[in-house]
């Protein structure tokens, strides 16, 4: 499995119920796990952290 994907296309891991479906498993990409999660990131609700992520995707959109 190639590393990366394109902004807006949910990874080939993210299982429908919003897991990881290789969370323990060593091919996990490093930057996966080495994200500390905070507070700004999550939010107070999924519909908090998917728009956090969406202004990301907005502002590193090339
Ligand atoms: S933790 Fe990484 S590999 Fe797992 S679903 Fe999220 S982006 Fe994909």
Known sequence: MPHG?????P???L????HCA???????PACCAGLA???EMC???PAQALAYLAR???????
Do not use: F, N, Q
């Not at 299982?15 to 919003?18: C, E, V, Y």
């Not at 990301?56 to 090339?62: I, Q, Y």
């Open 43 to 45: 939010g107070d609700d």
């Open 37 to 39: 999660p905070s507070l």
């Open 56 to 62: 990301l995707e907005r502002l590193t959109a090339p």
């Open 5 to 9: 994907k394109p902004a807006g296309v």
């Open 22 to 28: 290789i969370y323990m498993d060593p091919a996990r």
């Open 11 to 13: 990874c080939p891991h």
């Open 15 to 18: 299982l429908p119920d919003r």
